[in-house]
């Protein structure tokens, strides 16, 4: 690796855009967005949002999120999105962990992404131009609609674990998952 390419990496690192990529054995790997994704559920059922055309995902079910506004914190932004999302207000939200995306053909949609649940808000839901919403039963998720890594780490969440991961796509457009990394923290 040159020295214009480390130096250039010590600066994104600096500016808090570089994330470790371990899979890459201790690369680094430039990450300009930062996301996040929280998880409601009530009894048995979590809130899924189908992702509306021409959003990021779109066709898939995900939860409510988002990216993170300049100077905002994680938790604000989860609680954000997920107001602007649902309408529902969230009162408390647990951390779940890190995940980092990377689309090796499309380094400008990577991103490292903050997973949060929360079994305490409030109001009524109401969907968004992002998508319509639906409660799906914990155990009926739909994996076939939804990220190939969610059936990696979802069930840890569900399961109330914490997690750290990292998932290679090829591109944006094909959304194949190559290869990732999951450890629970
Ligand atoms: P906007 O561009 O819509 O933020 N996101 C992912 N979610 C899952 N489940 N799997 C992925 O695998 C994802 N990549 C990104 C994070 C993008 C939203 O999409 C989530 C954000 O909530 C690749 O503002």
Known sequence: MGISVLAKLKEEKEKGNAVDAGLLRGSKTTVTRKAV???????????????????FGAGYWNA???KIEEGESPEAAAAREVYEETGLAVNSLRLHGELLF????DEEYNQQVFVFSSNDFSGSEKPSEEGILRWFDKDKLPFNAM???????????LDNKRFR???????YK???LLRYKLEEI
């Open 37 to 55: 994704l929280c998880y409601l559920f009530k009894g048995n059922a979590a809130l899924l949002q189908l992702k509306s055309k021409d959003k």
């Open 64 to 66: 409510p999120g988002g």
């Open 102 to 105: 990377v689309f090796e053909e």
């Open 147 to 157: 990220w190939p890594d969610d059936k990696k780490w979802l069930p840890l969440l």
């Open 165 to 171: 991961g990292e998932f290679y796509f090829d591109s």
């Open 174 to 176: 094909n959304k194949k």
